[in-house]
């Protein structure tokens, strides 16, 4: 990664922007072929048309996520989570541009459009994950901090319209105190932590303050009120992702898979 740019070059916010429009653009274009391979009212002649545009974004999802993450990088003290998710989501476009590459000129049959059709899904998907930690890590190092009661917190994320996927957790009743901090990125921590938690058998776990100034989420039967928050596919660069964008907020998050249980300390 590129480091060492300086902090607020005139008319860098527009042209990060920019950037993040044209990810999400190729990546639509992505996950537009996918869907015309599942739909059985589009024919093979349509689908041929429209490969070589789609290959050729593949190149371009590379250029934005490395122009995006080379400028993540130059705000956090090490690289280490910029380059793990660039590393996990450059493989899955060179399989797509080579899928794609060696379906030109040839007839689309049933056959073939089964096997672009499983491909193409998955890349997609693991593809638009790639892009949810971009953007991740990007507000962890660009977003505002304010000053937040807890409990609030969690009742916005609740009821904001953000898009993605959502997860339910409880929080416990005397969740009291206030904070510093970036609520999306906050949100979406917490989130990783119950999806984390759901993939060991807890649902709905439990939120609630623990030692230190820090929020836990465990199974618990304790009562509390039922809340949907933000979260964020479970790949493989998930968990690093979600710790360097808690660190950029000032807050260190810790994962026990063996109890299970999920701490995020928060600033001072």
């Given amino acids: 990664m590129e480091r060492g740019r300086p902090e607020g070059t005139p008319g860098e916010p527009a042209r990060l922007e920019a950037e993040r429009g044209h990810l999400r653009d190729a990546l639509g274009s992505v996950r537009n072929l996918a869907q015309i391979l599942h739909s059985v009212r589009v024919g093979p002649r349509s689908i041929e048309s429209v490969l070589p545009d789609v290959r050729d974004s593949c190149a371009a999802i590379d250029s934005h996520a490395k122009t995006l993450l080379d400028s993540v990088a130059a705000r956090l003290p090490d690289d280490a989570a910029p380059d793990e998710l660039l590393a996990w989501m450059l493989p899955r476009t060179r399989e797509l541009e080579c899928e794609l590459g060696a379906a030109l000129g040839k007839p689309v049959n049933a056959k073939a459009r089964l096997r672009l059709e499983q491909v193409v899904t998955r890349v997609s998907r693991e593809l638009e994950a790639g892009r949810a930690l971009v ?19 969690l009742r916005h994320a609740h009821v904001s319209r953000d ?8 929080v416990a009743p005397d969740l009291v105190g206030e904070v510093s901090l970036n609520a999306r990125v906050c949100s979406l921590v917490l ?18 303050l623990g030692t230190g100034r820090s929020l836990t989420l465990a199974a618990d039967d304790a009562a509390g009120e039922v809340v949907s928050l933000p979260t964020l596919p479970l790949v493989a660069p998930t968990l ?11 807050a260190r ?9 999920f701490t995020l300390h928060l600033p001072a």
């Fill in 163 to 170: 898009d993605g996927d959502r997860i339910e957790v409880r």
């Fill in 191 to 208: 989130g990783v932590g119950a999806s984390l938690l759901r993939e060991r058998g807890t649902s709905a776990p439990l939120v609630r």
């Fill in 240 to 250: 690093t992702c979600a710790e360097t964008a808690a660190r950029a907020c000032g």
């Fill in 253 to 261: 998050l810790d994962w026990d898979s063996s109890v299970p249980r």
């Fill in 135 to 153: 953007d991740l890590l990007d507000e962890a190092v660009r977003g505002a901090r304010v000053q937040l009661d807890l409990a609030e917190l």
